[in-house]
């Protein structure tokens, strides 16, 4: 048996798991309309303030000489072996890390005035920042880096309990990020598909996402002395493509369908609720509601945590599911914040306030361009 | 037992398939100069190929190179087959594009169509929805080819729902580019002209080294 073991998010809710699961039941919102420094126009965003940063990590390491995301790396996986006690540099533990852009700020320093930090450009390579963390940590093995746009995170968790039943290794964290920059604002608005209000997932009224930071990291394991925060295992995990378009996912929910039915499921009742992407675009959402209405899921409750966070990307997957986990473990299910009115054509139900209940499972989702989908099953043990 | 059947390997304007060097365009021709050369060479018509930033090109046809005188896609089912791939720079080269588009405010050109080829899994999309394969999906970003890697979650892979998987390396970064994607699966391949070696690390590092390159 996988199990799920300690935890950390940092966002603009919170340094920690207890921190902003408490934010979440408060119903704290983490974006805002901010004008950000490369900005002229107000943007509806996720940030983490820069200064209570810098506060956070000055006892970890020099903070002029790491990222915003390798500081934010840092200190979210410092968190979880202080918690865990594990040993990075033993040859049985692994590190997944999980990104869309990585440092891709650092991309703009040749040409812009950033005359702040002297970070090396190279560090621009996935491979280069994930070096600094096992520096950091001293891990016997180099990181496996994955990035697979907006499935990167419950991909590594799901590839995690996927090495350790393998026999590969016995102790796997898996830590997913990605920071707000220019670069995907800026890609993102051209698309259209920003939200100027916090992102409304499955309303009528939603037209976009919200983009946010974070990190988030989980231990994944198979000693059952360690599954204590939560006594949760993973269950299984599936991958699968559309095969249909490149920036929009499949209008009839095939590839995200197809992961469903690869969780092979046994007993429906036993789910409490679906972590959907629920991104808040017009086409996302609703090629979701059809695809848990094909998977026969439409008595079981759903929600989106996008209107919390907005769009995390590579963190997203790990931050949602940690957040269910704590949802799973105070048997409350989480207001899918933002929701009003029922915009999507498949026939789903919404968690629209918190709410007890008693239930064992819970599944998670995700679903991104290159037309991946993803699914995983947790349940207590 | 997991066999790797068929691979193609593209770098200095050359294309090896299986060892044997198929198809070369002069070396001071540009990378796009011979992307276009490799898509004629190969007789396709794909007008989605066309739109394609430069290691999605590379990528894709490194894979119909490995796939041409293969009957992978008949004997396997297209709804179990994985795509693993794998690069150091990960969309690198189209990141610095839209760097460029939104680095000067006063020519300021973000563009939605080079935007979605920002991410490194694009490429799979793209071998996905040319064959129709809706299986497994993995992007890794490593420094050089982690052949220990690749074969460790190929045999996890394989070892659950998936029958066959096209993995490997694909990779555009400045004036540097290489590709290199080979078949795994389980059952015979019934082409003659295939290669037939089991799945190791040592098997994809010789094949990787195989080719001797003109130039």
């Known amino acids: 048996m996988i199990f799920t073991s300690y935890t950390n998010i940092i966002s603009p809710l919170g340094f920690s798991t207890s921190e902003n699961y408490q934010a979440v039941l408060d119903s704290k919102v983490g974006v805002k309309k901010i004008i950000l420094p490369f900005a002229t126009e107000a943007f509806c965003v996720g940030k983490i303030e820069d200064e209570q940063l810098s506060q956070r990590f000055a006892p970890l390491g020099n903070i002029d000489f790491y990222t915003k995301l390798e500081q934010l790396s840092i200190l979210s996986i410092q968190d979880v072996i202080d918690q865990s006690g594990i040993d990075t540099s033993d040859e049985r533990t692994l590190l997944i890390y999980s990104t869309t852009k990585g440092n891709i700020d650092i991309l703009s320093f040749d040409s812009a005035q950033d005359g702040k930090k002297r970070i090396d450009p190279k560090r621009v390579y996935l491979s280069e920042l994930t070096k600094q963390i096992q520096l950091y940590f001293k891990f016997a093995h180099t990181p496996v880096v994955l990035s697979n746009a ?6 590594a968790i799901i590839m995690a309990q996927r090495f350790i039943e393998q026999g590969i290794y016995d102790n796997v964290l898996v830590s997913g990020g990605d920071i707000l920059s220019e670069f995907t604002i800026s890609g993102f608005k051209s698309f259209n598909a920003l939200s100027s209000e916090p992102s409304k997932p499955f309303d009528a009224n939603r037209v976009g996402i919200n983009l946010g930071e974070a990190v988030s990291t989980i231990l994944i394991t198979n000693k059952k002395e360690l599954a204590i925060p939560y006594n949760t295992q993973v269950v299984s995990g599936a991958s699968a493509n559309d095969a249909n378009h490149i920036s929009g996912p499949s209008r009839t929910g095939d590839g995200l369908f197809q992961s469903l039915q690869n969780l092979q499921l046994k007993n429906k009742d036993e789910v409490g ?20 209405e094909r998977a026969g899921l439409t008595k079981i409750p759903v929600n989106s945590l996008k209107g919390y966070y907005g769009h995390t990307l590579g963190a997203a997957g790990v931050l949602e599911t940690v957040l269910s986990l704590e949802s799973l473990k105070n048997q409350q299910l989480i207001k899918s914040e933002g929701y009003e009115t029922k915009g999507v054509s498949g026939n789903i139900t919404m968690i629209e306030k918190h709410q007890s209940k008693s239930f064992l499972s819970f599944i998670k989702t995700a679903s991104g361009f290159g037309g991946c989908n993803a699914a995983a099953l947790f349940r207590k043990i | 037992m997991s066999y790797i059947t068929s691979y193609a390997h593209i770098k200095n304007n050359q294309v090896s398939v299986n060892g044997t060097i198929v198809f070369a365009s ?6 796009s100069e011979f992307l276009s050369a490799a898509y004629k060479f190969l007789g396709i018509s794909y007008p989605k190929f066309h739109k394609m930033d430069a290691q999605c090109k590379l990528g894709f046809l490194c894979t119909e190179f490995a796939l041409k005188d293969s009957d992978f896609l008949i004997s396997n089912d297209l709804s179990k087959i ?9 969309s690198l080269e189209t990141d610095r594009q839209h760097q460029l588009s939104i680095s000067d405010k006063s020519n300021y050109f973000p563009s939605p169509a080079v935007f979605v080829y920002t991410l490194p899994n694009i490429v799979i999309g793209e071998i996905a929805i040319r064959h129709k394969i809706t299986g497994e999906n993995a992007f890794f970003v490593s420094e050089k080819l982690d052949a220990e890697l690749l074969d460790n979650y190929t045999r996890i892979l ?14 555009v970064d400045r004036s540097h580019y290489e590709a290199f994607i080979f078949l795994v699966e389980t059952q015979e391949n019934r082409n003659k002209s295939s290669i037939f070696k089991p799945l190791k690390q040592s098997n994809i590092l010789e094949l990787y080294n195989q080719t001797t390159w003109t130039h």
């Open chain 1, 273 to 292: 609720f679906i972590s959907a992407h629920g991104t808040a675009t017009p086409f996302n959402d609703e090629m979701e509601s059809i695809a848990f």
């Open chain 1, 150 to 155: 907006c499935i990167s995170g419950i991909l």
């Open chain 2, 82 to 90: 994985g795509i693993i791939l794998s690069n150091s720079a990960s």
């Open chain 2, 158 to 171: 394989m070892n659950a729902a998936t029958e066959a998987v096209i993995e490997g390396w694909t990779e």
């Open chain 2, 26 to 31: 002069d070396k001071t021709a540009s990378l």
